[in-house]
């Protein structure tokens, strides 16, 4: 009996750490990838917030911020907007139909796989993205959220 007690909080201990920690910063299952050109090397997760929602357009060098998200449906995606913005991708989805319907904003423009994420990144001067933490992650920037 003692030793199912042991067993049962060593299964509750693994599961609680399961479920913590990929919500915890920084280790969401994705990096923040920006244009190589970017002075940017690391970015507050408000700011980075504010840059996919398009309460801020530029850079604080001034140059035009340009977010690209991830499908809808993709785990990458699904950790940063829990992690950024601190909804689900519904919420964030829900936000921009709102602002579509009303005419006053386009959502960022979203691209199939890391791959097209990246390939947006390195061709669009103030791109700023979100890709697997295993992506390969040549010509682009990745730079820390804090």
């Keep these: 009996m003692k030793n199912q007690?042991?067993?049962?909080?060593?299964l509750l201990a693994a599961l609680l750490a399961a479920l913590v920690?990929?919500?915890?910063?920084?280790?969401?299952?994705?990096?923040?990838?920006?244009?190589?050109a970017n002075p940017a090397?690391?970015?507050?997760r408000a700011e980075l917030a504010r840059l996919f929602m398009r309460k801020?357009?530029?850079?604080?060098?001034?140059t035009p911020a340009a977010a690209v998200d991830q499908p809808r449906t993709a785990p990458v995606r699904s950790?940063?907007?829990?992690?950024?913005?601190?909804?689900d991708v519904d919420s964030v989805v829900a936000y921009w139909a709102t602002l579509v319907y009303a005419g006053?904003?386009?959502?960022p423009p979203v691209r199939r796989s890391?791959?097209?994420?990246?390939?947006?990144?390195r061709q669009t001067p103030g791109a700023v993205g979100y890709v697997s933490a295993d992506a390969p992650t040549d010509g682009?920037?990745?730079?820390?959220?804090?």
């Design 140 to 146: 682009v920037k990745v730079i820390a959220l804090r």
């Design 79 to 87: 950790a940063f907007s829990r992690d950024v913005h601190n909804k």
């Design 104 to 107: 006053r904003e386009l959502p």
């Design 114 to 121: 890391d791959e097209e994420v990246l390939e947006f990144v």
């Design 41 to 44: 090397s690391a970015v507050e």
């Design 5 to 10: 007690k042991i067993v049962r909080k060593g």
């Design 21 to 36: 920690a990929p919500a915890a910063a920084g280790e969401g299952g994705y990096r923040i990838v920006v244009n190589p």
């Design 56 to 62: 801020v357009s530029a850079w604080p060098d001034g």
